[in-house]
């Protein structure tokens, strides 16, 4: 797997699925679940609340990867998966690497051959982003997925930075 870094609008990547940094409920927030919300229009969050609805009534639980529809993205799939809120006091950093192993693994079941991913849990969820950008570069790398190419989407110079770093660049 090739693992890259943009400096751009998830929103606007024309890869075969982009992660989403959802909440639990699937229905949209803010952040990048709002961005991709807004930009993918109504038939995202239509297929959201199908999910509700059938196999997911209690919502998406932390760790864990779906996928629905781009709606009006340039992408093909939507991969919802929900990070952990950081701790200074407990290690979630597991369910964070889980985030990513469960995209990876959904990813390669709808057979995606590229992937963006955003900064999982470092907005509102407070995750430090060097600390953030380490787990996720570890978890892609030791991962077996047949995946061909995934994209850290750095919303900031501070999450190309941290990237960088975690890459050895």
């Known amino acids: 797997m090739r693992i890259g870094i943009v400096h751009a609008d998830i929103t606007t990547l024309q890869v075969d699925a982009v992660v989403n940094a959802a909440n639990s409920s ?11 919300h807004r930009a993918g229009g109504p038939a995202i969050l239509k297929a959201c609340r199908e999910l509700r609805a059938t196999t997911l009534p ?9 996928a629905t529809t781009a709606g009006k993205l340039p992408a093909r799939w939507v991969i919802h ?10 290690d979630r950093s597991a369910i964070l690497a889980s985030c990513y192993r469960e995209c990876l693994r959904v990813a390669a079941e709808l ?16 995750w430090p982003m060097a600390s953030a ?27 190309e930075a941290c990237y960088l770093a975690a890459l050895g660049r």
């Open 26 to 36: 699937l229905l949209g927030g803010g952040g990048v679940d709002g961005a991709i």
């Open 133 to 159: 950008a380490q787990i996720a570069v570890d978890t892609l790398r030791g991962d077996d997925s047949p995946v061909g190419k995934v994209l850290l989407v750095a919303f900031g110079d501070e999450a």
């Open 111 to 126: 057979g995606a051959a590229s992937v963006a991913f955003p900064a999982i849990s470092t907005g509102v969820y407070g």
């Open 58 to 66: 209690d919502g998406l639980p932390r760790g864990q990867a779906v």
């Open 81 to 90: 998966t929900v990070g952990p809120v950081y701790s200074r006091t407990e």
